[in-house]
Every structure is written in structure tokens, then in C-alpha cells.
T-cell receptor, first 113, second 111 residues
Framework: NAGVTQTPKFQVLKTGQSMTLQCAQD?????MYWYRQDPGMGLRLIYY???????DKGEVPNGYNVSRLNKREFSLRLESAAPSQTSVYFC????????????FGPGTRLTVT | TQLLEQSPQFLSIQEGENLTVYCNSS?????LQWYRQEPGEGPVLLVT?????EVKKLKRLTFQFGDARKDSSLHITAAQPGDTGLYLC???????????FGAGTRLTVKP
């Protein structure tokens, strides 16, 4: 089992460029999440998908869109990148259940210049 | 302002020492989780506590959930270099979808 995989691992964008971060899990989990991690801020939830076909906003959704392509894949899109979106992005997945364990991917380090 | 305040922010100790890190909030949580994160990797869950006053032990790590379910502590006995990492607490009121993370305590254990 690969667990949660993310691509790319590193990315540099210019302001205004767009890109999609890919995430896939092979644990047959229903729920998937996108977080960003910034120094001194902890992880903040951007969007989540409680099940295939549904997505909802988290704490910091502005400037992002998501797609739950199927049960395995959950992508995060930046339509017009801004320097404030420079961060490390983590995808996570979990099974059903209020406090079930979240499994995190290795992260994507994004720099917007 | 963070919903969950972790202290200290940084901690550097010698191998064999004991330490306690704290996670405090003015909000009540239905559950609180502790994660450890190593450089270049995602966080890994250590424990979930759900009952006020609950104490859980994981080898040399002891986790406590406050009676009022607003705070938690992590105590490590006889720290080892392998304990080095970023320790994050995360609380939720309902489920994973409203989970909030603290900024973390970065622990360094020197041999």
C-alpha cells in the first residue's frame, strides 16, 4: 500500500499562473482533505470531501477549487496563484467515523513569486 | 490568534531528560489528537483522546485530556533522539471536518 501520494513534491509558480495539485489514496477511504501548513500557523483546512461526489469549504478556501474525481483522487486547483499561497500543501484521507485517524501525504512545497 | 495554543514553541533537551508540552484553548472539544511530523513528511497520528480527564500511554509518551476538554498535555519520559520532531495537537468539536491544529512544538533531543 502506498497510502496517500501527492504530486508534484515541489513547484515554483509566477503570480497569476495556474496549477493543479494531485492526491490519491489506496486505502478505500471515504473522506479526503486538503490542508496548507505555514510557519507559526499550524495546518489549516482548505477543502474537504466527505464522500465521492461531495466537496465542502474548510477554514481557508478562498483562491482554491477542488475536484473529487473518484473515490481515490482529490485534486486542488489554484486558478491564479498569489504570493500569499506560498505554503506546504498536504492531502489527507480518513475512513468514516467522527474522529477516525487521518493519513497524510508527504506534502507539496509551493512557492509563488 | 490560534484556536489552540501550543507551548513551548521550541524545546531543545539532552537525551534522557523528561519534558512536557502543552496544548491550550478557551474552546471545548469533543476530541483532541496529537500528531508527530518529521521534516519533509506529513503528520502521523500518535493518539486520540475523547473523555475529559482521560490519560493514555504510548510507551514513554503520556497524553492527558483536561477535565473540561479545553486543554491537553504530552509528557515524554527519558527522551531519545528518535523523539525529535514537530508535535502538533488538533481538536475537533464534531468530526474531522472541523479539526483545528495548533502551530506545534518543535522538539530537538540531543544525544
Amino acid at each position: 500500500n502506498a497510502g496517500v501520494t501527492q504530486t508534484p513534491k515541489f513547484q515554483v509558480l509566477k503570480t497569476g499562473q495556474s496549477m493543479t495539485l494531485q492526491c490519491a489514496q489506496d486505502m478505500n477511504h471515504n473522506s479526503m482533505y486538503w490542508y496548507r501548513q505555514d510557519p507559526g500557523m499550524g495546518l489549516r483546512l482548505i477543502y474537504y470531501s466527505a464522500s465521492e461526489g461531495t466537496t465542502d469549504k474548510g477554514e481557508v478556501p478562498n483562491g482554491y477549487n477542488v475536484s473529487r474525481l473518484n473515490k481515490r483522487e482529490f485534486s486542488l486547483r489554484l486558478e491564479s496563484a498569489a504570493p500569499s499561497q506560498t505554503s506546504v500543501y498536504f492531502c489527507a484521507s480518513s475512513s468514516k467515523g467522527a474522529n477516525s485517524e487521518q493519513y497524510f501525504g508527504p506534502g507539496t512545497r509551493l512557492t509563488v513569486t | 490568534t490560534q484556536l489552540l495554543e501550543q507551548s513551548p514553541q521550541f524545546l531543545s533537551i539532552q537525551e534522557g531528560e523528561n519534558l512536557t508540552v502543552y496544548c491550550n484553548s478557551s474552546s471545548v472539544f469533543s476530541s483532541l489528537q496529537w500528531y508527530r511530523q518529521e521534516p519533509g513528511e506529513g503528520p502521523v497520528l500518535l493518539v486520540t483522546v475523547v473523555t475529559g480527564g482521560e490519560v493514555k500511554k504510548l510507551k514513554r509518551l503520556t497524553f492527558q485530556f483536561g477535565d473540561a476538554r479545553k486543554d491537553s498535555s504530552l509528557h515524554i519520559t527519558a527522551a531519545q533522539p528518535g523523539d525529535t520532531g514537530l508535535y502538533l495537537c488538533a481538536g475537533s468539536k464534531y468530526n474531522n471536518n472541523d479539526m483545528r491544529f495548533g502551530a506545534g512544538t518543535r522538539l530537538t533531543v540531543k544525544p
